[in-house]
């Protein structure tokens, strides 16, 4: 079973930047698309942004747009999100995710949360 792991969350001030991680162990992952969602304490899990198996499609949240840069380095087996300009209400657990191919838009896929394998999510605090 893929299983997908996290890393480059942490502490950070407003208006600073971190770039998060997914790496997969026993399988690559060029043949998934991956997304990135987070979760703040008492609020529903959010979409943040989506990249196809490919790389050609991308989809990002309003919330983060012109922050926030979603990229994959398939020879890596590595999804990264650079997270710049980051202000407190980023702050919440992100998690990774996979789904193979679909009949659905990254979008679709992004917004509903269409994904099969999670990993177990890096925490993301932005204060001073």
């Known amino acids: 079973q893929l299983q997908l792991v996290e890393s480059g969350g942490g502490l950070v001030q407003p208006g600073g930047s971190l770039r998060l991680s997914c790496a997969a162990s026993?399988?690559?992952?060029?043949?998934?698309?991956i997304g990135w969602f987070r979760q703040a304490p008492g609020k529903e899990r959010e979409g943040v942004s989506c990249i196809s198996s490919s790389g050609g499609s991308t989809n990002y949240a309003d919330s983060v747009k012109g922050r926030f840069t979603i990229s994959r380095d398939n020879a890596k087996n590595t999804v990264y999100l650079q997270m710049n300009s980051l202000k407190p209400e980023d702050t919440a657990t992100y998690y990774c995710a996979a789904v193979g191919p679909s009949r659905f838009t990254v979008q679709a896929m992004c917004v509903r949360g269409l994904f099969d394998y999670w990993g177990q999510g890096t925490q993301v605090t932005v204060s001073s």
């Open positions: 026993r399988f690559t992952l060029d043949y998934y698309t």
